[in-house]
C-alpha cells in the first residue's frame, strides 16, 4: 500500500506558483531564445520550433511522395507483366487455331 500512496502523493495536483502563466505568456511573446549546452543564446524559441515543424512535415510529404512513386512502380511492373501473358496467351491460341485449321483442311481435302 505504501506504493500506492507514493504515486497517489507524486501525481496528486499542485497549483501552479503565482504568475506562472503570465510568465509564460511573456516569454512566448517576448521571443525568448534557447539557452545552449554552453549558455550561448541559440534560436528564438518561436523559430525553432517552426523550423521542427517544417523538417517534419517536409520529410512527411517526401516519405509520402517516395511511397507512392514505390506503388505506381510495382503497378506499372505488374500491369507490364500481365499485358506480356496476355499476348503469349493470344500468340498460342493463334498457333493452336492454325494448327486446328490445318487439320481440318486435310480431312477435307482427302
Known sequence: ???????R????????????????????HGGQTILS???QAGLPVLHWW????ATFLLAAMLGGWGAHE???R??????QRARE???LA???TGEKLAHAERGVRHITSE
Open 90 to 92: 493470344l500468340r498460342i
Open 50 to 53: 517552426r523550423g521542427i515543424a
Open 9 to 28: 502523493n507524486a501525481l496528486r495536483r499542485v497549483p501552479a506558483p503565482e504568475g506562472f502563466a503570465d510568465r509564460v505568456l511573456a516569454r512566448v
Open 37 to 39: 549546452a554552453r549558455g
Open 85 to 87: 501473358q496476355v499476348l
Open 70 to 72: 514505390m506503388v505506381e
Open 1 to 7: 500500500m505504501s506504493l500506492d500512496n507514493d504515486l
Open 74 to 79: 510495382r503497378r506499372e511492373a505488374a500491369g
